[in-house]
Every structure is written in structure tokens, then in C-alpha cells.
């Protein structure tokens, strides 16, 4: 894309040409791409009332029906979503980065809805929780996929299923099992990502360690301080039992990135894991357990589990990627913020998927528009005080 072309209008253009043939009408089309740029306006909030406003009409009726009985494909528009943002992100020095994030609701109704823990409110309220995977590189952070979690209470009851428009074939799945799917679907497709990483949500379940080590995918994933890890002379030893072992002159202190308050600066020390390596390929590759100490609180600690050829495992290069988590934080707090992520009104299964796709596809086009303004701000001669474009020049 040459400088002349990174404009807001051309940006939306060119997302708006991918998207144009998912849509069977053209009416349907212009609404959703209209809906995309409601949630990136100055829109008090972006329910459906709101958004119909902003639009120009007089009741939600277009917006519900939309993000109810439009025919469209919101997981089309996902794989959309995916080469967007590989097309303007992608660098060989990406990471995927896992995480989870809670949607406070009212009533029973809502598919997936229960009293569950929210870590965005911090406590075990009444809501939906979604998975969802982060692509992040040296030129931003965007999200690929989203999936809505079922809690076994509504896979087991199917009548309710029905009734919250959730498919006949969607069954009980774990985090990190929705994870899982995610990832395979990314990875299948061969985008550049060089390392995995997410809590100990995903890195405590061995399943999906297991799953990345046959797939040859690199890895930093969070553990518990009770995860069992094989080390010395094959010994099962608790990962803080290993940490409280490891000499004090084998710690070092190394930036994680930047934060809202600087250098995120801890304490980190790295040791190597057994593990049976009975092929020369598998000699290739190492497992290590990588810890982190707070500065203030030298009690509070951290711990990963990594897997990833030798010749590629330097402690520098592995605190960065475990540094990556944050991304998403950010990413949901900007998505939540900006680009309505979680002021959604709908109940189906389907509507969730549907509202939360274009949300994400708000938010790629968002992180678009920045990327392209910092890349104008470098071209720009010295003293140039002209105005870069923001999300309502759309």
C-alpha cells in the first residue's frame, strides 16, 4: 500500500471490498458496513438503540435484524477479519496470545449466561465469558478469532440450547479446548506466528501443550505454582519448589515492554526442564521453566512453561514473548471502549457471534488507522503540523 492510499476512507474501502461478497444483498451489506462505522463513531453507547440513531432510524428494528436473521456468515466475516489482519500486521516475529474476557449480563436468557468468574469484574458475577486469540507483531496487535463459551449447564440442557438459537452440535467445550479449535484454524492456514503464549488458563492444561509440542509450535505458556514439571533426573517438582532452588546470582532483571507506567521491570531466571527426547529431532528442542519475581514484592512470582528449538531460547527473547499477554488486555480494553465489544443487547447464540465479529473488525481497522497514521507522522518533513485522521473521519 503506497502513503497516498493510508487514508481513513481508503482503509474502510478496502476492508469494505472483502467484506462486500459475504453479504447476498446489497442492503444487508450496506447496513453491516454502516454498522462497523457506528461502532467506531462517537456514538454514546453502541446498543442497538443507539447504533439505530446514529444510523438515521427510527426504531433498532434494522440492527436486530442484522444481527438476527440476515443472511450472512459471521464466521466468513471472521476468516475476513483473519487475512486483514495478517495482510497488515503479519511479521515473522509474531505471537499469538490467548486469553479470555467476561460480558456482564442480566436474566437467563443470553446464550452461554450463568454466574461464573469474570476477571473483568473481578469476581463471580452473572455473564458470558468468550475466548479469544490475539495476533500481536512489531507493527500492533489486532484479534483473529472469538469463541463464546458454553458452561455445562447449558450443553446439558438442550431445550434451553434451542431456544437461545445454540446449533444441535455445539457441546460442552473447555477454554482451552475453544482454544484450541482457535489456534488450529489459524495455524492451518500458515500464518506467520512464531511463538504461543496465555495464562495458566491454557498453559495449565498439559492437553494443549501437549497438542502444540506434536504441531512443532513454539511456546511461553503461564502455569500455576503447583503445575508438576518434570526436572531433575526426571523428579515431578512443584514449579515454585523449582523456583525457590534456582541460586539468587541466576536471577536478572529485564523488561517485559513497555506499560502505562514505563518499563515493566521484574526479576526473571530461566532453567531447563527433562524431557525424553528419543529422535534427533526432538533433540532440537528444549523445555524450560521460565520465572518471573516482582521487584516489590519478591514473593510474587510468576511462572512459564516453555518449548521451542534451543537455538532459538535466550532468556531476552522469551521474557518478550511472555510479555506479549498484555496485548490482549489492551486489546479488550480498546475494543471495549472504542469499538462496543461488550455493549451488545442480543440473547442467540448467533447474534453474539454476529456482533462480536463486527466489533473485532471495527477494532482491526481501528489499529489499521493508527498504524497508518504513525507511518504518515515518519514521512512527514520537520514542522509539520497538519492533522492525522481518526476513526470519525470514517
Request: with cysteine; charged share 25%.
Amino acid at each position: 500500500m503506497q502513503p497516498q492510499d493510508l487514508s481513513v476512507s481508503a482503509l474502510f474501502n478496502g476492508l469494505a471490498e472483502r467484506l462486500g461478497p459475504l453479504f447476498p444483498r446489497s442492503e444487508t451489506r450496506d447496513r453491516a458496513l454502516c454498522y462497523v462505522q457506528g461502532l467506531l463513531s462517537h456514538c454514546e453507547r453502541k446498543n442497538g438503540w443507539h447504533l439505530a440513531e446514529w444510523l438515521g432510524d427510527k426504531s433498532p428494528d434494522g440492527v436486530q435484524y442484522l444481527l438476527d436473521r440476515a443472511r450472512w456468515d459471521a464466521d466468513a466475516a471472521r476468516d475476513v477479519l483473519r487475512q486483514w489482519v495478517i495482510d497488515t500486521l503479519g511479521s515473522t516475529e509474531g505471537v499469538l496470545v490467548l486469553d479470555e474476557t467476561g460480558f456482564i449480563k442480566k436474566g437467563q436468557h443470553s446464550a452461554g449466561v450463568q454466574r461464573q468468574y469474570s476477571g473483568t469484574a473481578g469476581r463471580i458475577e452473572n455473564s458470558q465469558i468468550g475466548a479469544f486469540l490475539l495476533y500481536a507483531s512489531p507493527a500492533g496487535h489486532a484479534f483473529l478469532d472469538r469463541a463464546l463459551y458454553l458452561p455445562k449447564s447449558w450443553a446439558q440442557d438442550r431445550e434451553r440450547c434451542r431456544r437461545a438459537g445454540i446449533p444441535h452440535d455445539v457441546d460442552f467445550a473447555s477454554k482451552p479446548e475453544l482454544a484450541r479449535r482457535m489456534l488450529e484454524r489459524v495455524l492451518d492456514q500458515g500464518i506467520p506466528a512464531s511463538w504461543v503464549t496465555g495464562d495458566s488458563v491454557y498453559g495449565g492444561n498439559r492437553s494443549l501443550r501437549l497438542w502444540l509440542e506434536d504441531r512443532s509450535q513454539p511456546f511461553v505458556l503461564e502455569v500455576a505454582c503447583n503445575e508438576p514439571l518434570w526436572w531433575k533426573s526426571f523428579d515431578c517438582t512443584r514449579a515454585d519448589e523449582i523456583a525457590a532452588a534456582i541460586p539468587e546470582d541466576q536471577w536478572q532483571m529485564l523488561s517485559a515492554g513497555s506499560g502505562s507506567k514505563g518499563e515493566r521491570l521484574y526479576d526473571w531466571a530461566l532453567t531447563p526442564l527433562a524431557r525424553l527426547q528419543p529422535t534427533e529431532e526432538a533433540r532440537r528442542w528444549g523445555h524450560y521453566l521460565l520465572i518471573r519475581r516482582s521487584l516489590s514484592k519478591p514473593g510474587e512470582l510468576a511462572y512459564y512453561v516453555v518449548h521451542a528449538p534451543k537455538d532459538w531460547v535466550s532468556i531476552e527473547t522469551l521474557v518478550r514473548v511472555a510479555g506479549q499477554r498484555w496485548k490482549i488486555e489492551q486489546g479488550f480494553q480498546t475494543a471495549k471502549s472504542e469499538c462496543g465489544l461488550d455493549e451488545y443487547e442480543v440473547r442467540r447464540w448467533g447474534s453474539w457471534y454476529r456482533h462480536i465479529t463486527l466489533s473485532l473488525l471495527a477494532h482491526s481497522l481501528l489499529v489499521a488507522i493508527r498504524q497508518a497514521t504513525q507511518q504518515q507522522k515518519k514521512t512527514l518533513p520537520t514542522g509539520f503540523n497538519g492533522h492525522s485522521p481518526n476513526s470519525n473521519g470514517l
